[in-house]
């Protein structure tokens, strides 16, 4: 199974992953409608994307009073079922990871659904790799796709 990995050390803040998701969901370029957000630090330049990794607890699935998330035995991913969500954003807290974006106006969450299998804000991350895309079979020898 792969899953995305990011390395804050790598962003360099200019957001291009975000407006690449937001466009590859929403046909618009958003800073507001994407998955991952780039959590800023001017003062230091520091940069920091958040999205949901896929992590193994799933902490926000078994969080979830409304039952509105869930895995997709396919890809791994979260799969949210806009109708059975409440928008209480109890996932967003559970979430150690901050892979969780809500949007203004819409009371689903926002959660990386890896493009299908070929996460977009990857193939645009390509010089800096602060996202990568990583099968977890080969996570311990270090090899990124």
């Given at each position: 199974m792969k899953r995305?990995?990011?390395?804050p050390m790598r962003c360099t803040g200019c957001e291009s992953c975000v407006l690449t998701c937001s466009f590859e969901?929403?046909?618009?370029f958003s800073l507001d409608r994407a998955r991952i957000r780039v959590e800023r630090d001017e003062e230091n330049g520091r940069f920091?994307?958040?999205?949901?990794?896929?992590?193994?607890?799933?902490?926000?699935?078994?969080a979830c009073p409304e039952g509105a998330l869930a895995m997709d035995p396919q890809s791994g991913a979260i799969r949210v079922d806009?109708?059975?969500?409440?928008?209480?954003?109890?996932?967003e807290k559970a979430c150690p990871y901050g892979g969780i974006q809500f949007a203004v106006g819409v009371r689903?969450?926002?959660?990386?659904?890896?493009?299908?299998?070929?996460?977009s804000c990857v193939s645009t991350c390509r010089l800096p790799q602060a996202?990568?895309?990583i099968d977890?079979?080969?996570e311990a020898a270090g090899e990124v796709t």
């Open positions: 995305l990995s990011v390395d969901h929403d046909d618009a920091s994307p958040k999205v949901c990794i896929q992590c193994p607890e799933r902490h926000c699935v078994q806009a109708n059975a969500c409440s928008g209480c954003r109890i996932c689903h969450p926002l959660i990386c659904d890896l493009c299908g299998g070929d996460p996202i990568c895309w977890t079979a080969n």
